[in-house]
């Protein structure tokens, strides 16, 4: 069976300075057990739906990769955000994130008929924190394969 690299990158922001930190072929130890090997993750800077660089990199090998090992497979595309901001707002800007992702995979080539996109703002955060806070982490939008029932 295939698995998608453990690929990603965490973006830290300070003030509008963002650090990227990459991890690259990561095998065990607590980034591995927060990381699926199904799953792609592209972070998003405060209060935005447009990919940053490294974003439109990870969707690059997203792509690439889905296209030579999971040819035809369905796709899921999760839009996310902190808890920082009303709850209405940050659904539709989770909303806003996955149909970025998303648009751009179909840009690429992916048919739309292969992808899910659905949103859930600060609910069912990846890494859940107290009302109001900001953690960047959770403004992620997530890539999973649809993983078959047979």
């Not at 090997?37 to 990199?57: A, K, M, P």
């Not at 996310?80 to 998303?102: E, F, I, M, Q, W």
């Not at 648009?103 to 990846?126: S, T």
Request: with cysteine; net charge neutral; aromatic share 6%.
């Amino acid at each position: 069976m295939h698995s998608l690299s453990r690929l990603d990158a965490f973006v830290f922001t300070t003030a509008s300075m963002a650090v990227c930190i990459t991890a690259l072929q990561l095998h065990g130890g607590s980034y591995a057990a927060a990381q699926s090997d199904l799953t792609r993750r592209i972070f998003f800077t405060h209060d935005s739906s447009q990919i940053t660089l490294e974003g439109v990199r990870l969707v690059d090998l997203t792509y690439d990769q889905l296209t030579h090992d999971f040819p035809g497979r369905i796709i899921v595309i999760t839009g996310h955000t902190d808890s920082t901001g009303p709850k209405g707002y940050n659904l539709l800007l989770s909303k806003r994130r996955a149909h970025s992702v998303a648009d751009a995979l179909v840009r690429r080539g992916i048919p739309k008929e292969n992808i899910i996109v659905q949103w859930k703002g600060e609910v069912d955060m990846p890494f859940p924190t107290s009302d109001g806070v900001g953690l960047v982490l959770n403004r992620v939008v997530e890539i999973s394969l649809r993983v078959n029932s047979s």
